[in-house]
């Protein structure tokens, strides 16, 4: 949704033709964007880590046309292919410190999706973040092998609330939005993911929960898809992998929305600390930027943030 709506505002920027195709299974991949390259289309554009290797194909087979991927990057790339990857442990870490300041059981909880490293890059700066702020909490958690499943993340999340956990991160596409939105309407304070899931999951405060949303650890994927339809149209599109991360923006936490008042003004401005000392590169995630994997050396130890 995030990277469609970035498509259209390039369309009414630039005013440019746009079709889109929601694929229904992974067979249908290749299919789909041959279809568009016969059709003409300028670039094509690729949502998600699993069309990693159909878009590279299809790069590698239509060099006349531009392709940019979301969530993949490649280690050597055809000049007419980018891909756009984010920091997802800097917006899990954010999302984790939230859960940290606010539990008060010391028990927080992440939904994730598949164990794919943007998914693992979101949990394992999310039980950083948390330890960072809280040396006393215990973050628990569990992948999923199914982004398409909300019944399966609902019963994770309340599993996990019968664990304790008093807020619930759900990182996992409508997997993790079931276990949010489940474990809202149990009352617990939830964090969202990827976009504004207040405007999304909870309806624009519509649906029943929405005061327990704290925010979503978000990704610009809207800005990222922007930016590479704004290039093409300029002439200046360049293959290779664009990083999308809290210096230029593209991570950070959503409004808090209903929670506004719920969410003390020095969390808040801590929260604001936080993002500033990850832009400025003084805070590491612990977190290897591409692969999720822990980064020992670098993970800050458990309390030892102090708010200035």
Known sequence: QYAYEGMMKAADAYDVE????ETA?????EKNVEQFAQEGYDMIITVGYMMGDTTLKMAEKYPAIK???????YETYPSNLRGMVFREDQAGFLAGALAGFMSESKTVGIVAGMEIPPVIKYRHGYENGSAYVCAECDAIGVYIDSFTDPARGKTAALSQIGEGA?????????????G??????????????????YLTTFKNGATDGSAKLLSS????????????????????????TAMYE?????????????????????VKAALDDILAKLASGELKTGVDATTGDPIEAEIPAPGSYVQP
């Open 246 to 266: 809290a210096a230029n923006n593209g991570v950070g936490l959503a409004p808090y929305h209903d929670a506004e008042s719920a969410v003390p003004d020095n």
């Open 67 to 73: 392709f940019a991927i979301v969530d993949q990057s």
């Open 25 to 29: 299974q992974a067979t249908d991949y």
């Open 180 to 197: 949010i939105q489940g474990a809202a309407q149990e009352g617990v304070w939830v964090i969202g993911v990827d976009q504004d899931e």
């Open 166 to 178: 008093d807020v619930i991160f759900g990182a996992g596409g409508p997997t993790g939005s079931g």
């Open 18 to 21: 746009t079709s889109f195709i």
């Open 217 to 240: 650890a978000m990704k610009r994927v809207d800005t990222a898809v922007y930016t590479s339809v704004h290039d093409l149209v300029l002439g200046s599109f360049k293959g290779g």
